[in-house]
């Protein structure tokens, strides 16, 4: 503590030998010469001899005065006693709270000295005991300056680090300070001393008094080199004895925090079609055309069966696609309450209805707005909401509950549904025009039974998976096991895939996941079913798998019957025939 003030304490010590003609020394509490006058100049940075006196005053925190340095019994285990060649000597303590940090000596080297130091010796302990308060008064103000210069320095480096801007203002909001944030990515340099007005828009600072500069997340432009950007802005008054004297801006910047607030969680960086797992040709073509569209900003209908992975489809087209730094936001439209959806979709404006936030909120497409929104289950969506949708879809604008200022999106939409939109475009629960809006490129993805060839494929990878994610090492599946994944229909498709497989892998003892652990997980397998039945009977199963598909995609009316047929490249009588056999 004492080494950090050494340029001080020297000259402090040369200060006193001018006055006094008394060399002075001030070592550490390590005995390591800290200050030093005449002789004891050359010696800083040296130890003092130990066992003497001022290793005792370190130890014992008492002040010594000394007349006869070599025969005096405090000096005669001294190292240095044999060698001393002083005459008197008077030493204090430096106490810091509480701990001797070191000590101040006096010392006399003549005979001359010796005796104007006897005569007053009253005055130099007095003397050298105030020195030793001003020393440590000065070591506890430099640890608190230092202290306080380290704050200061930690928290303007915390603040630069920041990722948003900070601005400190006075009273009259006039800027103080500015963080990095402000200089770099807003390019507001050299603006300390001039008005807010520099950077915010007049409307938002007349609030500052209004709101006694108190103000939360506050949407704001702010002109950022060659356009605008959008920021939340929050603001808190600094208080001293009870007076405001400055308050403390912040901004957010709005896309970024969508990206923190909204993340999803998992790893889905640059998920790409790569990562679709299946190289069955019904698969592989699907994958194709997913791919080729992927770049464009049409709309996108997904159609499957439920588990087939239609977020997956929607993940890949959007990391194909020019959009994927923006924000991928899956919506489940049949998870909302009714009652919520609209304001989670579109938004509110403040004091929209009770209990509302009375800052108002941003809506699901307000915060993906460059980016791409997967509406899942698009078949439950609210007819009065399916207005709004199509608006939206023509228009590339949204309007908040309780607004009447549209707001500029470009957000592609892509929409999946496991259910009959015909059908339900003819019970009048969805509209006809946003289903031909939303199905510009219709993607039908075929469910696992259609696509056999991938199921050990697929088992393969989850059990690469789960056995990362459980830290076990099961090796693989015996030939029982795969017989039966590939002889099950699995109605939950890749999902209830899933599922079997980390089933297996819990509960599975051996190196290879058998039959047993798969046919308790799969309860509706049959494993006489091979052996039942004939070529007959699986080509009946497939032909009825097949017609049901169609029927769910084309609807089950005449004309539909129509296409159907035509689709199969049968008749349509010979299509009744087989319908009526079905039932």
């Known amino acids: 503590m004492i080494e950090k003030i050494q340029n001080e304490l020297q000259e402090i010590a040369e200060t006193v030998k001018a006055i006094v003609d008394i060399d002075v020394t001030i070592m550490d509490k390590n005995l390591k010469r800290i200050a030093g006058t005449g002789k004891l100049k050359n010696?800083?940075?040296?130890?003092?001899?130990?066992?003497?006196?001022?290793?005792?005053?370190?130890?014992?925190?008492?002040?010594?005065?000394?007349?006869?340095?070599?025969?005096?019994?405090?000096?005669?285990?001294?190292?240095?006693?044999?060698?001393?060649?002083?005459?008197?000597?008077?030493?204090?303590?430096?106490?810091?709270?509480?701990?001797?940090?070191?000590?101040?000596?006096?010392?006399?080297?003549?005979?001359?000295?010796?005796?104007?130091?006897l005569k007053k010796q009253e005055s130099y302990k007095d003397f050298d005991k105030r020195l030793s308060e001003l020393i440590s008064s000065r070591v506890k103000e430099n640890a608190i300056s230092n202290k306080l210069k380290y704050k200061s320095v930690e928290l303007l480096t915390v603040i630069d680090s920041v990722d948003e801007g900070i601005i400190i203002i006075d009273k009259n909001n006039a800027i103080l300070s500015v963080n990095e944030y402000i200089k770099n990515e807003l390019g507001k340099g050299n603006i300390i001393g001039e008005n807010i007005e520099e950077i915010l828009p007049l409307f938002i600072i007349n609030k500052f008094k209004e709101k006694n500069y108190r103000l939360e997340e506050e949407e704001v432009n702010i002109k950022v080199k060659e356009g605008k950007y959008k920021f939340l802005l929050s603001l808190v008054p600094i208080h001293m004895d009870k007076e405001m004297v400055s308050a403390?801006?912040?901004?957010?910047?709005?896309?970024?925090?969508?990206?923190?607030?909204?993340?999803?969680?998992?790893?889905?960086?640059?998920?790409?079609f790569e990562e679709l797992i299946g190289n069955s040709p019904n698969f592989v073509q699907v994958k194709e055309q997913a791919k080729h569209i992927a770049k464009g900003n049409a709309p996108v209908l997904l159609l499957g069966e439920s588990g087939t992975g239609k977020e997956l489809f929607a993940r890949a087209i959007h990391g194909e696609s020019d959009r994927k730094n923006e924000l991928f936001l899956p919506i489940n439209c049949g998870a909302i309450p009714e009652n919520l959806i609209e304001s989670e979709l579109f938004g509110y404006e403040k004091g929209a209805f009770t209990g509302a936030n009375p800052n108002g909120k941003i809506g699901k497409f307000e915060t993906a707005k460059n980016g791409t929104i997967f509406l899942d289950e698009i078949g439950d969506l609210p007819l009065?909401?399916?207005?709004?949708?199509?608006?939206?879809?023509?228009?590339?604008?949204?309007?908040?509950v309780g607004g009447i200022k549209p707001i500029e999106i470009d957000c592609r939409i892509i929409a999946a549904t496991n259910k009959n939109l015909i059908d339900k475009i003819k019970k009048k629960e969805f509209r006809e025009d946003l289903f031909y809006r939303l199905s510009v490129i219709p993607i039908n993805i075929p469910p696992l039974r259609e696509r056999r060839e991938d199921i050990i494929e697929l088992a393969t990878y989850f059990l690469d998976r789960f056995n990362k994610i459980y830290s076990k090492s099961i090796k693989g599946f015996t030939q029982g096991s795969k017989a039966i994944l590939l002889n099950y229909s699995f109605p939950g498709n890749v999902r209830e895939l899933q599922n079997v497989i980390e089933y297996a892998i819990n509960f599975e003892k051996d190196e290879l996941i058998g039959e047993a652990v798969i046919k308790k997980r799969i309860v509706n397998y049959r494993e006489d079913f091979l052996e039942e039945v004939g070529l007959k009977e699986m080509v009946t199963s497939y032909e009825k798998e097949v017609i049901n598909k169609f029927i769910n995609h084309y609807g089950n009316n005449t004309e539909a019957k129509k296409v159907i047929a035509k689709k199969l490249k049968i008749s349509t009588a010979t299509l009744y025939r087989k319908l009526e056999e079905m039932n």
Not at 60 to 68: A, D, L
């Open 43 to 117: 010696k800083i940075g040296s130890k003092g001899p130990k066992n003497s006196v001022f290793q005792k005053c370190i130890e014992t925190g008492k002040s010594y005065f000394i007349s006869n340095p070599v025969k005096c019994e405090d000096c005669l285990l001294c190292e240095a006693n044999s060698n001393c060649k002083e005459k008197a000597e008077v030493c204090f303590p430096i106490i810091i709270e509480g701990k001797v940090e070191g000590v101040i000596g006096m010392i006399a080297f003549s005979e001359k000295q010796k005796d104007i130091f």
């Open 248 to 272: 403390v801006i912040t901004l957010k910047d709005f896309n970024k925090l969508q990206r923190s607030v909204l993340k999803i969680s998992g790893n889905w960086d640059n998920y790409g």
């Open 384 to 400: 009065h909401l399916q207005v709004k949708l199509l608006r939206v879809l023509e228009e590339k604008s949204i309007v908040r």
